[in-house]
């Protein structure tokens, strides 16, 4: 199951309590369907949860008898499309003049009349966004939309979204393939929205997938790093190499103090050998640093020549 779908179904599963907001969770469902107007009244959906919950508030709160259908969407997938839809002029006419709507308006907008408490607000973006909401894999990306058909139903969707939120979301309309995208971006702002919504899970999935992408980026970095230092490391004992294959072809080995003479020799046959490695080869065994000093000055020692 995607993460939208998953989603939707934990939606599913908060029933308002109030009357007041199963009537606006219903409304947000049917109003931002496919249509709702005297002509059809449908909402399409891939999620039978959401269809369900459809049929059943239409039915028990507008008191309107509707249809479910199935329909195969892609054979392939075995992906279905569930269509709810309230047949016949008079149950439709029942439907709109219950949500104050005449079905015949020019441009469809949200009746405010139908979120009628503070409590409500929850309910009815619930419904909006199980009837044409998605969100992506957090896994992939933060982004949470509605894909609205008409162009006020969107903008009035982005105010009632900012007036909830205030600044602390990020609320922006596009224009998709004809249809008005209202689209929500950002870790916090779509865990905001989904805690909201009454999808605390999914909201807790999110927070999780991205904690654990920060703790890999991190790791990433690390190794980064690591891989830089390795540069440096590999950098260094080449131009130690070149400096002693200098002296020996100009003043030869014996040319240097005795006390670098040895380690002159080892580093010069053994290019990839560490710090450490060099220090526990010696005759007479150094720390890191101590080869680090000496090796310095083999090098300061060739420049002079
Ligand atoms: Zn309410």
Redesign the pocket.
Known sequence: MSFASETKTELCKTI?Q???????ECYGLLLFGRSFSNHAITITTENSAAAHRTAQLTAEIAGAIVDVSTSLLRRKERKSAFTVAVNGEDERNKVLSFFGHTGSEISLRINRAN??????AS?FLRGVFLSCGTVTDPTKDYHLEFVVPFMNLAKDLSAFISEIFELNLRVGVLNRKGSFVVYIKGSEGVADLLTYMGAGNAAMELMQAKMLKEVRNNVNRKTNFETANIDKTAQAAAEQGIAIEKILNTTGISALPEDLQELAMLRFRNPEMSLRELGQTLSEPLSRSGINHRLQRIVEFSKEL
């Open positions: 308002p109030n009357s007041c907001c199963q009537k606006a979120i009628e408490n503070d409590c409500c309910a």
